[in-house]
């Protein structure tokens, strides 16, 4: 059975950091391009961040640029998001996703992600 | 960016109704566009990709249809399971982008 576990969400203060990561199983990991989405509470859905399978393209949605990074582990079937100068407006649910030619299946269960002082 | 906006954000349907949905790009996307459904509390799950085709395990009830700007979800036969919040997405470039969502509530 294919399997997404996110971990690492928590309370966080303005400007500080914190590291995401996504447990894969069930399938060949470093097959997959991955992605990041988030879900802001009572939102929609927002693309976050995407990674090929060696980790040589990475492409972000504008409003992380350069305080957000993907990365991943193949070896240890893993997905990371290292966020930093973290915003009020970064609170949410983090989803990792497989990316399956940039549509999104299937997905982790989420991890909460508060931002405030 | 792609804009994606659904119609109608919300509306209230009864089991058994046949129900549509609308996405439009704020350009051509060919047919790079997927639906989810989410329930309350749960990951998005997805329902159809390539404007439509039907993910494997979906019930045949839901497809899609549509390229360019314009995209219909159908539900041919409203389900208890089918109350949800559905989103459209595009993958035609990035960044990648949902609409704002389509709540179906129970008439």
């Known amino acids: 059975e294919v399997q997404l576990v996110e971990s690492g969400g928590g309370l966080v203060q303005p400007g500080g950091s914190l590291r995401l990561s996504c447990a894969a199983s069930?399938?060949?990991?470093?097959?997959?391009?991955m992605s990041w989405v988030r879900q802001a509470p009572g939102k929609g859905l927002e693309w976050v961040a995407n990674?090929?399978?060696?980790?040589?393209?990475?492409y972000y949605v504008d409003s992380v640029k350069g305080r957000f990074t993907i990365s991943r582990d193949n070896a240890k079937n893993s997905l990371y998001l290292q966020m930093n100068s973290l915003r009020a407006e970064d609170t949410a649910v983090y989803y990792c996703?497989?990316?399956?030619?940039?549509?999104?299946?299937?997905w982790g269960q989420g991890t909460l992600v508060t931002v405030s002082s | 960016a792609i804009r994606m906006t659904q119609s109608p954000s919300s509306f209230s349907a009864s089991t058994g109704d046949r129900v549509t949905i609308t996405c439009r790009a704020s350009?051509?996307?060919?047919?790079?566009l997927a639906w989810y459904q989410q329930k309350p509390g749960k990951a998005p799950k997805l329902l159809i990709y390539?404007?439509?085709t039907l993910q494997s395990g979906v019930p045949s009830r839901f497809s899609g249809s549509g390229s360019g700007t314009d995209f219909t979800l159908t539900i041919s036969c409203l389900q208890s399971e089918d109350f949800a919040t559905y989103y459209c997405?595009?993958?035609?470039?990035?960044?990648?982008?949902f609409g704002q969502g389509t709540k179906v509530e129970i008439k």
């Open positions: 990674i090929k399978q060696d980790g040589s393209e990475k």
């Open positions: 350009q051509g996307i060919s047919s790079y």
């Open positions: 390539a404007a439509s």
């Open positions: 997405q595009q993958y035609y470039s990035y960044p990648l982008t």
């Open positions: 996703a497989r990316d399956q030619g940039d549509w999104f299946d299937p």
């Open positions: 069930g399938f060949t990991f470093s097959s997959y391009w």
